[in-house]
């Protein structure tokens, strides 16, 4: 089993999905508090946080292109604004806690948030703020887990963590196959190579590029988030 580590540096992805709970709306104010809290707790040890958020809560480009003949593009800043939409109900509940959040976006909404600037977000970080990365890479035909491990990549950050409404990484689909495992650990060649659909191919050929370690783990559960940050043994760790 894995030991303890310590990051300094921690991207979190949170897809939209999750913020979405099992509630009947888009987003569930209870698991935004709920990130809010652990985030609140872990940048109280010095951590630096900074978080990637989906949109897929509110809209996905590639299954409306697909759906409603709207062209990809379109459709897919449709899906970067909807990120947008996420971004900022986070940073008003971490803000209603007390921390100091920055929301920088990949294509420019001035009145809105800051726009994308690599020293900047960095600056933030080192002042103890969290930044929320929206917009995900501005480029359509993305994902934001490739804007997770981009940004990651770019701040210097150690490790993608992504929040997801699962456990983990199995060997099989548990929702196929009740016996499923849980996998603690496997290697970016397990996940390509037998397609688990951990994170898109470009997300996690260009963690592998660049020795990003990523772990998933279930945000549905108190404690994981936190225990996530702070290099707990939680979830799948996909590595080596
Ligand atoms: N998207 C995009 N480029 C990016 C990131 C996201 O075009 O760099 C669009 C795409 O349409 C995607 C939507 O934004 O479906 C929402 O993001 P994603 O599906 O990654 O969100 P999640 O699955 O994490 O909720």
């Known amino acids: 089993s894995r030991g303890p580590v310590k990051w300094q540096r921690v991207l979190l992805k949170v897809s939209g999905e999750a913020l979405a709970g099992d509630g009947e709306q888009n987003i569930d104010p209870k698991v935004t508090m709920a990130i809010a ?6 940048t109280r040890l010095g951590i630096e946080v900074a978080i990637v958020v989906g949109g897929g809560n509110i809209f996905r480009g590639a299954s409306w292109a697909g759906s409603s003949g709207l062209d990809r593009s379109s459709a897919d800043y449709i899906g970067m604004l909807a990120t947008v939409m996420n971004a900022i109900y986070l940073q008003a509940t ?10 920088q976006t990949a294509f420019r909404m001035s009145e809105v948030a800051e726009p994308y600037i690599r020293r900047r977000a960095v600056r933030h970080l080192e002042k103890g703020r969290v930044v929320i990365f929206a917009a995900g890479t501005g480029n359509p035909f993305f994902t934001t887990d490739t804007a997770a491990a981009l940004r990651c990549a770019e701040i210097n950050a150690e490790v993608v963590l992504k929040a997801t409404n699962v456990d983990g990484v199995y060997d099989e689909d548990p929702r196929v196959n009740p016996n499923a495992r849980l996998l603690d650990s496997l290697t970016y060649q397990q996940v390509t190579s037998r397609d688990l659909s951990v994170m898109d191919m470009t997300a996690i050929t260009l963690c592998q590029e660049n020795n990003i370690p990523v772990v998933v783990f279930n945000l549905g559960k108190p404690g ?4 996530a940050i702070k290099g707990e043994s939680v979830g799948t760790l996909i590595g080596g």
């Open 224 to 227: 994981n988030i936190a225990k």
């Open 37 to 42: 809290r652990e985030v609140a707790d872990v």
């Open 94 to 103: 971490m803000e209603s806690i007390g921390i100091p959040t920055r929301v």
